[in-house]
């Protein structure tokens, strides 16, 4: 998992007031929490939003002067018409811990029924999993090399080497339909490739 740093300030009030000070000031309200004591703080927004406006998942080393903490983000408040940050959640890591991360779903290879003349629908952009902070990927990646037309991966068939899936073993995850002029002869290939 990609690792990226972070350094607030502490907060002495923590009330709605406050909040609005900071977020006026380009900063957004965080909280730390999940070993011990809750850790209030700001970051600048710049900052912050670097982190939630990707599709990548990062563990975040927080610098709150000077107390370090490993963490990832949790909740995220949005403000409903610009989508501006207005508050973030962090939940402080413990490597004997496991945790519930959403990882992202990367795909990997060209599909066989894709170069047919299939068409790709890929279900699940994210995938929830729980495991331990040194056990999570960056991705959960996926190869689709053998995946003809009309076949499908389910979570349960997606190698996941110390990650539980949280969503149900059964629902597909990525699957390759017949399109519209299709060469459907063309896919057939060997019985011993079929899994």
């Known amino acids: 998992m990609k690792v990226s740093k972070l350094s607030g300030l502490s907060r002495a009030?923590?009330?709605?007031?406050?909040?609005k000070a900071l977020r006026n000031a380009e900063r957004v309200p965080c909280v730390l929490y999940g070993q011990g004591t809750q850790v209030h703080f700001s970051v600048r927004k710049i900052d912050v939003e670097k982190?939630?406006?990707?599709?990548?998942?990062?563990?975040?080393e927080i610098d709150v002067e000077g107390t370090t903490?490993?963490?990832?983000?949790?909740?995220?408040?949005?403000d409903n018409i610009t989508g501006a940050v207005k508050h973030v959640d962090f939940y402080e890591l413990n490597d004997a811990k496991p945790v519930r991360v959403a990882l992202p779903?990367?795909?990997?290879?060209?599909s066989r029924g894709v170069l047919a003349g299939g068409k790709l629908l890929q279900v699940?952009?994210?995938?929830?999993?729980?495991?331990?902070?040194?056990?999570?990927?960056?991705?959960?990646?996926?190869?689709?090399?053998?995946?003809?037309?009309?076949?499908?991966?389910r979570v349960g068939q997606i190698e996941a080497n110390g990650l539980k899936f949280l969503e149900a073993a059964n629902a597909v995850v990525v699957s390759v339909k017949m399109a519209r002029?299709?060469?459907?002869?063309?896919?057939?290939?060997?019985?011993?490739?079929?899994?």
């Open 51 to 60: 982190l939630v406006f990707t599709p990548e998942v990062f563990q975040v």
């Open 124 to 153: 699940f952009r994210r995938l929830t999993v729980f495991a331990l902070p040194g056990d999570l990927p960056e991705a959960v990646t996926i190869d689709i090399t053998k995946l003809r037309i009309g076949q499908s991966i």
């Open 181 to 195: 002029g299709a060469a459907k002869g063309s896919d057939a290939g060997d019985d011993e490739d079929e899994e």
């Open 105 to 110: 779903v990367r795909l990997t290879g060209a």
């Open 13 to 19: 009030n923590v009330g709605k007031k406050d909040a």
């Open 69 to 78: 903490a490993k963490a990832i983000i949790q909740d995220i408040q949005q």
